[in-house]
């Protein structure tokens, strides 16, 4: 299995500001993802980040706010932009070496929007 | 109609005993299917991944899947406290490579 590491591990920020999660790697991995999971809620996939191409977001998700990269395949970045209390969650990023692999989580970014 | 209903939880079950949790989805073309447990202010960490009919087996837990009447199950035998934590299934579609969770069912494990 990949290790994964996340950094912010969790933030308080103000309205209207933007905050970069990175998420690392220990190994090369074909597919990453990010995940947003919202106070007592389940698991939601925003995007699939892919490898030097523009990241694959799921419906109600867009490139404008959740900014997306993916410069090599142990590394991506997501962005909240323009941030409201609305953006309060857990933030999550998943690996897996294949397609059709396991996927593995970090520990997540804790976000607070005052 | 939700893709993947798990059964209604909080759901509690003393110490030794077995729990049995439940998943059903709705996307026949399902292929592979997972049971993630996150303890409270944790991460998704993987139990079990199953693909075809039947049970498997991992230490303390089985899996059971059965593609014909659409559920996937969890049974947790001899039930410790420390099993207590929110359980969530997951499953991918065909050639689909992200996975769909479930809303999870939280299981607290009485000593």
């Known amino acids: 299995s990949a290790v994964i590491s996340q950094k912010p591990s969790r933030d308080i920020c103000q309205r209207g500001t933007s905050l970069t999660i990175q998420c690392q790697v220990d190994s090369q991995v074909t597919m990453m993802f990010w995940y947003r999971q919202q106070p007592g809620q389940s698991l939601t996939l925003i995007a699939t980040a892919n490898q030097g191409s523009e990241a694959t977001y799921e419906s109600g998700f867009v490139i404008d706010k959740f900014p997306i990269s993916r410069p090599n395949l142990t590394f991506s970045t997501l962005t909240v932009s323009n941030m409201s209390p609305e953006d309060s969650s857990i933030y999550l990023c998943s690996a897996a070496t294949s397609a059709q692999e396991t996927q593995y989580f970090g520990p997540g970014t804790r976000l607070l929007v005052l | ?111």
Do not use: H
């Open chain 2, 1 to 111: 109609q939700k893709e993947v209903e798990q059964n209604s939880g909080p759901l509690s079950v003393p110490e030794g005993a077995i729990a049995s949790l439940n998943c059903t989805y709705s996307d026949r073309g399902s292929q592979s299917f997972f049971w993630y447990r996150q303890y409270s202010g944790k991460s998704p960490e993987l139990i079990m991944s199953i693909y075809s009919n039947g049970d498997k087996e991992d230490g303390r837990f089985t899996a059971q899947l059965n593609k014909a009447s659409q559920y996937v199950s969890l049974l947790i035998r001899d039930s410790q406290p420390s099993d207590s934590a929110t359980y969530l299934c997951a499953f991918r579609s065909g050639s689909a490579r992200q996975l769909t969770f479930g809303s999870g069912t939280q299981l607290t494990v009485l000593p």
